[in-house]
């Protein structure tokens, strides 16, 4: 029935989101199961400052989409080095390790999308090193 879902939809301003530093950056999700009850994917925004990265990780059930903004971010992908600037993407496939960094000297920031979702929230995401702040928390993705 058209509309049934209406009462689902919800305004979120990147600004309402705590950022979560724990493998580097500002990341910060945005449209998710337990924010908005999304039930295929989640997105968000990443910003580094120059020098700034995320670790390295990958997700096992997940392709993850990002589309960079503003500035330029170097993602590696694999062993394989891609620079990407402002409205420039990439899509890096299920299981692919992965990581991004600012080698500039401006603040980038771009859009993430993951899709689908993991079973369960704590499958979802794998470190494959050490994150930036181990004490900060998961980001809240799943559902409630």
Do not use: C, W
């Not at 503003?70 to 390790?97: C, F, Q, S, W, Y």
């Not at 993991?118 to 004490?135: I, K, M, S, Y």
Request: aromatic share 4%; charged share 25%; hydrophobic share 35%.
């Amino acid at each position: 029935m058209p509309g049934a879902n209406r009462a689902m939809v919800r305004k979120i301003r990147t600004d309402e989101i705590t950022p979560n530093r724990r493998r580097g950056g500002d990341l910060r999700v945005v449209l998710s199961p337990s924010l908005t009850g999304s039930t295929s994917g989640f997105m968000g925004l990443v910003k580094l400052e120059p020098g700034e990265s995320v670790s390295e990780h990958y997700h096992p059930y997940s392709e993850e989409f990002l589309y960079v903004v503003k500035g330029e971010m170097v993602a590696t992908v694999d062993d394989r080095v891609i620079e990407l600037g402002a409205n420039e993407a990439i899509m890096i496939p299920i299981g692919i390790r992965h990581r991004v960094r600012n080698d500039g000297d401006e603040t980038a920031e771009a859009v993430f999308h993951l899709s689908p979702l993991a079973p369960e929230p704590r499958l979802g995401h794998v470190d494959t090193e050490p994150p930036a702040d181990a004490n900060e928390p998961q980001p809240a993705i799943g559902g409630q």
